[in-house]
């Protein structure tokens, strides 16, 4: 059954579905969708084979890398065609050209963010080996789609087609990808200045580490920026490095879990590669020519988000005119009536006040400066990284990696186990204590310089055994690396977690990485409960009270504790941050760093009398609300839907299914969420895992929420839901005999009769170009 059929369309008669473009996608077998395989007449230097297993995650070998890179360019187009094409024009500020008007200022911000600005000296300075790799992966790309007979369902919707791609176009796709997580709270912050409590506010958000999520001047206009910053940036996840002495195998161990918005297609590729240069499995992102959390056969590593501010806003209002430059950009409307829009610059970066989406004061012009905008070179960082073989080459590889700021962990083949800061990040005094935004004229707010992963500390084989990472605040140094951060839950339990067993498997990792409960959560519920105790309650609401007494903190799917703490908390919060109060923090106490901070202390700050009256409607409230859901998993829900599901009027029709789900906003398995009495769905969390053994090349494990291939109707594009669930995985082995054993479906290549053509010889790589500065089984079948 298609997917409008299934789900219906509000209003509109059955018969018109069929008018409408890319609404009934055919089913397409894996077989069907590897014979839309470009094989022949390819242009490459030697022999190239793609195997495939069942759930259409390749493994390329290749006689060159620069035919390697080629393969992988052609399978990005393959499985991610309509996320490439989104990723060119997203980052280029080309929305309007799909959206319509809607989208024309949220194309003006993306202009004015500038993504584009570092690229042209990115690709002049890029050594010749990551040049060739690069241009050899956008001519993939591009040969896939002039070869590709039929277009993916949604094109037609969307009323685009295809474009080539350039190494331009990858450079840019980049800097969208890393985008500063930071922003959402520092564009929230804007609108907020000059208010009375607005020190208060701000003060509060240094010490709880805590970031809003982020407001623009239309709710729609957010939803875009923000979600392209949301699912597009790696903005969480989870990462254990495990040493030998603390291992069953005796070899070091990795457990990565990264955390991104969830949808349609998944924003990871994962995919195997094997040539001269390079022996790695891994995620990739769409549109990037690495390998971003995987394995090569001494190394395994995996990330987190270092939460690195490495943007600031300036008031540049009083520079003088001639230190702003000025420049009109067209914005093409899909349905006519284009527009011309100013963008501004200045040496701090450009004035993103000029956007009608972003908020500031009158007669104030704002500017963004960003580590971004600087010729850094992940590509090359990355490239070194699948090449690395010990805790040296893997702290040297991101030299000159810039954004955005990752924690990378290792587990090496030789027992060392180590985290690095991979960022070239501002190097200034502190943070601003009165105003996120700084005097442009005042020159000690200025930055002096930038210092990289060789400057900042790094952590090797530390005595406990065992590293974790879990966007939590770094290590002190001598150099500030950012404000906002996760909180301590998840990291506090997961080294719980892993101090309970000696000697911990792999069985050990992937329970881990299922764990639903929140230590803070149970001990945020009992300080409710003190200060509920001094009041009488009888009746329905002292069997609530019951529930959350002896909670836990497990968030598992069928708990009733879990409804009724957060019934509790959504009432609590809702009184007690009014605008009515002093206090009206209403909006910004919506994070969870927020609450194990400030809420006890702020509901014994209240007076007596007003304090039981608050808790007692509290109770009341949560009472009647909590009577609608059995179970944590009734409330809370992950939903499985393309991302055009959020388009008004079809959006329905890329909708799949809603599943009851377990997890929070601090359990190791993140399924995060808003304060909330109703029923609702997670939109950012554990959407992928990758656990790797030292001790076998072949112990590489993998699965996504979701599927491979990004081509709506394809037996590949959800299958990797239900094992998620189970917590089974797909194997990622790296020997040869495995390989072949598991990756079933081979397409051969040869170079064409006519050869390849002209291009500039591949440099064999080599990580001595590191500057002197800065039918695949799943996992329970294999075993």
Avoid at 97 to 107: C, L, S, T, Y
Avoid at 165 to 182: E, H, P, Q
Avoid at 473 to 496: K, N, Q, V
Wanted: with cysteine; proline share 7%; hydrophobic share 40%.
């Amino acid at each position: 059954m298609d997917f409008a059929t299934r789900n219906g369309l509000p209003g509109v008669p059955r018969a018109l579905w069929r008018l409408i473009p890319g609404l009934r996608p055919k089913k397409r077998s894996l077989e069907q969708r590897l014979a839309q395989f470009p094989t022949e007449n390819l242009p490459l230097d030697g022999k190239l084979t793609i195997r495939w297993n069942q759930h259409q995650v390749p493994f390329i070998e290749a006689e060159s890398d620069r035919d390697l890179a080629f393969a992988l360019g052609m399978v990005h187009a393959h499985l991610r065609g309509v996320q490439l094409m989104l990723f060119q024009r997203a980052s280029q500020g080309r929305l309007s050209e799909m959206g319509g008007p809607f989208a024309k200022h949220v194309d003006h911000t993306l202009r004015i963010m500038s993504f584009s600005l570092p690229a042209e000296e990115i690709e002049r300075e890029m050594p010749e080996a990551t040049r060739v790799w690069t241009q050899a992966f956008a001519d993939g790309i591009t040969l896939y789609q002039e070869r590709l007979t039929d277009r993916p369902p949604e094109m037609a919707l969307l009323g685009v087609d295809f474009e080539p791609w350039s190494i331009r176009d990858v450079l840019i796709a980049g800097r969208l990808i890393g985008a500063d997580f930071n922003w959402l709270t520092q564009v929230a912050l804007l609108e907020k200045r000059g208010q009375p409590d607005f020190k208060e506010i701000w003060r509060r958000m240094l010490e709880a580490g805590a970031s809003n999520s982020g407001t623009f001047r239309s709710e729609a206009q957010r939803e875009a920026l923000s979600g392209l910053i949301m699912k597009t940036n790696r903005a969480g996840s989870n990462s254990v490095a495990i040493s030998p002495e603390r291992s069953a195998s005796g070899s070091a161990m990795l457990a990565n879990d990264p955390h991104l918005g969830f949808a349609l297609p998944n924003l990871w590729v994962l995919a195997g590669m094997k040539s001269p240069s390079y022996d790695v499995v891994g995620f990739m992102l769409p549109a990037m020519p690495f390998v971003c959390v995987g394995r090569n056969p001494d190394l395994a590593w995996g990330a987190t988000n270092l939460r690195a501010a490495s943007t600031d806003m300036y008031d540049v209002s009083k520079l003088p005119p001639e230190e702003f430059s000025s420049e009109e950009t067209l914005i093409k409307n899909r349905f006519g009536f284009n527009s011309k829009m100013k963008i501004r610059r200045t040496r701090f970066g450009p004035v993103i006040s000029d956007s009608k989406l972003i908020p500031s004061k009158k007669g104030e012009d704002i500017a963004m400066r960003w580590v971004g905008y600087q010729p850094t070179d992940e590509i090359t960082a990355m490239l070194r990284l699948a090449r690395a073989r010990n805790a040296d080459e893997f702290r040297h590889a991101f030299v000159n990696y810039g954004v955005p700021g990752q924690n990378f962990l290792f587990a090496a083949k030789d027992g060392d186990i180590g985290k690095v800061m991979a960022v070239n990040h501002p190097n200034r005094g502190g943070f601003p204590q009165d105003d996120p935004v700084m005097d442009a004229t005042d020159p000690k707010n200025d930055w002096n310089g930038l210092v990289g992963v060789l400057q900042l500390p790094q952590v090797i084989n530390p005595p406990d055994g065992v590293l974790v990472s879990a966007n939590n605040r770094p290590e002190d140094g001598e150099i500030p690396i950012g404000f906002l951060y996760a909180g301590e839950g998840r990291f506090l339990r997961i080294h719980e977690i892993l101090k309970q067993t000696e000697k911990l498997s792999l069985e050990d990792l992937f329970d881990l990485q299922k764990d639903t409960r929140a230590p803070e959560a149970a001990t945020l519920g009992q300080g409710l409960l003190a200060e509920i105790d001094q009041l009488a309650i009888n009746g329905e609401a002292k069997i609530l009270l019951e529930a959350l007494r002896d909670w836990d903190g497990d968030y598992r799917a069928d708990s009733k504790g879990p409804v009724a703490f957060e019934m509790l908390l959504y009432h609590v919060v809702g009184l007690l941050y009014t605008q009515e109060r002093d206090l009206s923090l209403s909006d910004h106490m919506s994070e969870w760093n927020f609450f194990t901070t400030f809420l006890i202390q702020d509901l014994q700050q209240l007076p007596e009398e007003e304090r039981r009256i608050l808790l007692k409607n509290a109770i009341e409230a949560a009472v009647q609300d909590a009577k609608r859901f059995e179970s944590w998993g009734e409330m809370h829900q992950l939903e499985i839907a393309h991302v055009l599901a959020n388009l008004p009027f079809v959006g329905k029709a890329y909708f799949i299914e809603r599943i009851p789900i377990g997890g929070s906003r601090q359990t190791p398995m993140k399924m995060a969420h808003a304060l909330n009495n109703q029923a609702h769905t997670t939109d950012f969390g554990q959407m992928a895992r990758h656990i790797s053994d030292m001790a076998d090349p072949d112990a590489n494990w993998f699965v996504i929420v979701g599927g491979q291939d990004g081509w709506i109707g394809s037996e590949n594009y959800t299958d990797q839901v239900s094992m998620w669930q189970a917590g089974d995985y797909i194997r990622m082995p790296l020997t040869a005999e495995k390989v072949q054993a598991e990756f079933p479906h081979v397409q051969s290549m040869e170079p064409s009769k006519s050869g390849p053509p002209e291009k500039p010889k591949a440099p064999e790589a080599s990580t001595d170009e590191t500057p002197a500065t800065d039918a695949a089984p799943d996992k329970k079948a294999a075993e």
